[in-house]
Structure formats: structure tokens, C-alpha cells
């Protein structure tokens, strides 16, 4: 029996513990899946507050309750720790570890490197080793084989290494991670059979590809293709701005055609930790092969320049109101970067905030999600939300159209409202 079976004939047993690097927004829900999978799961992280919690069924995140997280403890089959060491014990390990950017806008692999350094340290016969971060391609085959191969093992016979990029979308009520597709590619044949049979009792539907860079760039497209798509949307709400029409009227009516339409809604502008970074990885990558990807940079442009748009229809909604920006106490509603979610990373409300503050606004904002945040030098606590902080703004600024806030409310209580998402109820 080759160690390949072996490692297969143990995933049908449930007879893996599987370790996870990195027990965030992806790791963690990763990890419970497994644990309701049937397998063992040791999660590590470097950081000591996010183990301690989780090893007391505290969760850090949202998508995974404490009593999820706590069934999960109580099964006896699942721990955290941040001692690398243990990386030699798990059979698979899945690495969910921050793809951000730098300062200029680069891919920051730094993170998919300390965690390959950690996993080289304890590498034995028989693991296999999964990237699941958003990365550009080449990254599995050009940074970890050779990482990895300098212990003297062989990838395909002795470890196995995969990618597989995760696809949580946080606080979608319908689809998680074991619900939503998830595709596989290997560095060998070997390595492909051995991942899917490794995430077969955990996840519903499994699509394998033909190699680790299809893998990494099936991810990129998707958010590229919704990065493109909401600079579209967000375009189509500049031009019916200066044409006076209603956007959102033309979207939905449009989105009537059954077929050849999908719809996507313009807004304040991108955020998160994926469709503002990752498209990026793809055109940093065709720069060093000397090709500009149009597309991805024609949707940055577009989708960066709309909380300049939003600033400036706030101006605009004051003007006619005989006041100006500056000195004007302005309510931003919603911080977080999409709605029924408490995760401001890139959101597009901290850019509207400083340009309204830097043009001597007095900004105040509320968020049921988001009861304080601290960016550069700005901290800032949510303010009640009440008809008296309504009715006191100047202007409510709708930034995030988070489900638990009274619309109609504010239309009715508020002194002047822009909505950048639509969320004011229309007729009665
Ligand atoms: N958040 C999303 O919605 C989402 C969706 C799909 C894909 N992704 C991708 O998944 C990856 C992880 O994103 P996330 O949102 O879960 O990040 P996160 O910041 O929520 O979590 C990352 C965790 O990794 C830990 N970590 C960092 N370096 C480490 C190291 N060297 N060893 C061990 N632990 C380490 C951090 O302490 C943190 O707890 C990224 O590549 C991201 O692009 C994210």
C-alpha cells in the first residue's frame, strides 16, 4: 500500500487529525466543518488570544457562533494551540493564513511564507499540505514545493501538496463551507486524489481542476469578475446621475431578463479582505510578464473613485440645503464593508469618513456591528441609534445597508438622507 492510500483509507475512516494554519474568517469555520465531518482538528495560530478563546469555545467570528464553536470543543476532537512544534502531529494541514497587499500595492505573501517555514520545520512522510489563502499563480508550485522539497522530501510520493481556495462569503445566510463547491487542484494526479479524498467528508460538492495554478486563478477570477462587474454597476450610477434617471430602477428592470444579465448594484465602493485585493494579485503577476491587465485596472479606478462620488453628492445634498461640509454634523450609517456583518477591513466607509472630516465635517457614525474601530488616527464609537440622533445630523449618510437598522424611520425623521445603497424604502 502506498502512503498515498494509507492517507486515503484514514479519511474514509475519519481516522485524520487535520491541522489548520491561521483560524480566522476562513480557518475557523474550516475547522469546525471538519470536526462535524468526524475528524480530528488541531488549529494553530500565532496568535495567543485567538487560540486561548477558541480553546475555551470563545469565537472570534461571527459565522461561527460559541455554541457551534463549543460543541465542537465538547466533541474532545478539536484544540488550538500556538506551538509550531505540533505541526509534525496533524495528517493534512490547510493553510488559511491573511493574503493582504503592501503598501504599494503588491501581494504580501509574507504570511503564506512564515507558514510554509513552520510547516518545512516538522514535514514528515505522509502529510499533506493544502494552501487555501488567495494568492496569485504560481505561488503553491514556485514558493512551497521548493520550500518544502528541501527537506529532501519529494512531492507526489512522500508529501502532498495541494491548493484549494476557500469561498466563504461571511453572513450569507444560505451558502457555507460545506454547502459551497469547493475546488481542488494538485501538484500530481496523486496529490489531487489524495486532497479530495482528504475534503470529501466535509464538504458537499468537490471540483477538481488540472493544476495548482488553474486552482489559484479559478479564485482570482471570481473576484475579478465581481470587481469588474460593480465598476460597471457603480459607472452606470455616474452616468444616471448626470442623466437624472434612477439607477437602481434601471438595474432592477434590466434584471428581469431571464437570461444574459446578472445583476450587480453600484454602492459607496469595495471592501473586504478579497475583491479589493485580489484582482490585484492577478495584475502584479501579468506585469512581470509584461501584459497590463485592463480590465482589473479600468474596475480599480472606477470602484476606488466612489466614496469621492458619494462625498460629493453629500456636498451637493447640503448646498441645496443652504449649508455647506464644513461645520456640518453628518450620521454615517454602517461601517462595516457589506451589511449584517461587524468586518471593516478596506471598507469604503473609513475613506468617506476622512474625506467628510478633512472638509470639517463633524461626522458621527452608528453601526450595530461595529461598537468602536480605531483606523490611523482616528477612533471612533458607534452613537446611538434614535429619532433624536437622526433628526440632529444635518445629513444621514446610508453607507451600509445592515438589515437591523429602521429605514423608513429615517426617512421620515431625517433632515436630509444620502443613500448610497438604496436602502430607503420607496411609496409609503
Ligand atoms: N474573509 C473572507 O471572506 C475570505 C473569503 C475567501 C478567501 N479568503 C482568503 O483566505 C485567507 C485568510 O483570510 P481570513 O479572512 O481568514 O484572514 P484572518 O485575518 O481572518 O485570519 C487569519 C489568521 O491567521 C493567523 N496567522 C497569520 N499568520 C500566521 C502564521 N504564520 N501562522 C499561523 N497563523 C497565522 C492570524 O493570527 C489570523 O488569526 C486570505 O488569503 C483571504 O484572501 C478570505
Not at 237 to 246: E, P, R, T, W, Y
Not at 348 to 377: C, M
Request: glycine share 8%; with cysteine; aromatic share 6%.
Amino acid at each position: 500500500m502506498t502512503i498515498a492510500d494509507e492517507l486515503i483509507g484514514k479519511a474514509e475512516r475519519r481516522d485524520v487529525l487535520f491541522g489548520i494554519i491561521g483560524l480566522g474568517y476562513v480557518g475557523l469555520p474550516l475547522a469546525v466543518e471538519l470536526v462535524n465531518a468526524g475528524y480530528r482538528v488541531l488549529g494553530y495560530d500565532i496568535s495567543q488570544r485567538v487560540v486561548d478563546g477558541l480553546n475555551q469555545g470563545k469565537s472570534h467570528i461571527k459565522d461561527i457562533s460559541d455554541a457551534q464553536l463549543l460543541a465542537a470543543v465538547k466533541t474532545g476532537r478539536f484544540s488550538a494551540t500556538s506551538d509550531p512544534d505540533r505541526l509534525g502531529e496533524p495528517d493534512a494541514i490547510s493553510i488559511c493564513v491573511p493574503t493582504p497587499l503592501s503598501k504599494f500595492k503588491d501581494p504580501d505573501v509574507s504570511y503564506i511564507v512564515a507558514a510554509t517555514e513552520a510547516v518545512k520545520k516538522t514535514l514528515r512522510r505522509g502529510q499533506a499540505i493544502i494552501l487555501e489563502s488567495t494568492t496569485y499563480p504560481g505561488t503553491t508550485r514556485e514558493i512551497m514545493q521548493p520550500a518544502l522539497e528541501a527537506t529532501g522530501l519529494k512531492v507526489g510520493t512522500d508529501f502532498f501538496l495541494a491548493f484549494s481556495p476557500e469561498r466563504v462569503d461571511p453572513g450569507n445566510p444560505t451558502y457555507q463551507t460545506k454547502n459551497t463547491p469547493k475546488v481542488v487542484g494538485g501538484m500530481t494526479a496523486t496529490c489531487l486524489k489524495v486532497a479530495m479524498a482528504l475534503y470529501h467528508p466535509a464538504i458537499d460538492t468537490l471540483v477538481p481542476v488540472s493544476t495548482t495554478e488553474a486552482a489559484e486563478l479559478v479564485k482570482l477570477l471570481e473576484n475579478t469578475f465581481r470587481s469588474v462587474n460593480i465598476g460597471l454597476a457603480n459607472e452606470m450610477a455616474i452616468v444616471c446621475d448626470k442623466l437624472g434617471v434612477d439607477v437602481w430602477e434601471v438595474i432592477e428592470a434590466a434584471a428581469t431578463k431571464p437570461f444574459g444579465f446578472m445583476k450587480f448594484l453600484p454602492g459607496p465602493g469595495l471592501g473586504g479582505h478579497c475583491i479589493p485585493i485580489d484582482p490585484h494579485y492577478l495584475a502584479w503577476k501579468m506585469r512581470g510578464l509584461n501584459y497590463k491587465t485592463r480590465f482589473i485596472d479600468l474596475a480599480g479606478e472606477l470602484n476606488t473613485e466612489m466614496p469621492n462620488f458619494w462625498v460629493r453628492k453629500v456636498g451637493d445634498a447640503l448646498n441645496g440645503h443652504g449649508k455647506a461640509v464644513r461645520g456640518a454634523k453628518i450620521l454615517v450609517l454602517g461601517v462595516a464593508y457589506k451589511k449584517d456583518i461587524d468586518d471593516i477591513r478596506e471598507s469604503p466607509a473609513l475613506d468617506i469618513i476622512r474625506l467628510l472630516q478633512q472638509q470639517g465635517a463633524t461626522v458621527t457614525y452608528h453601526d450595530p456591528h461595529v461598537p468602536s474601530f480605531k483606523e490611523d488616527h482616528n477612533e471612533m464609537r458607534s452613537v446611538p441609534f434614535s429619532t433624536e440622533s437622526v433628526a440632529a445630523a444635518d445629513c444621514v449618510m446610508i453607507v451600509t445597508d445592515h438589515t437591523a437598522i429602521d429605514y423608513r424611520m429615517i426617512r421620515d425623521r431625517a433632515q436630509l438622507v444620502v443613500d448610497t445603497r438604496r436602502a430607503l424604502p420607496r411609496g409609503d
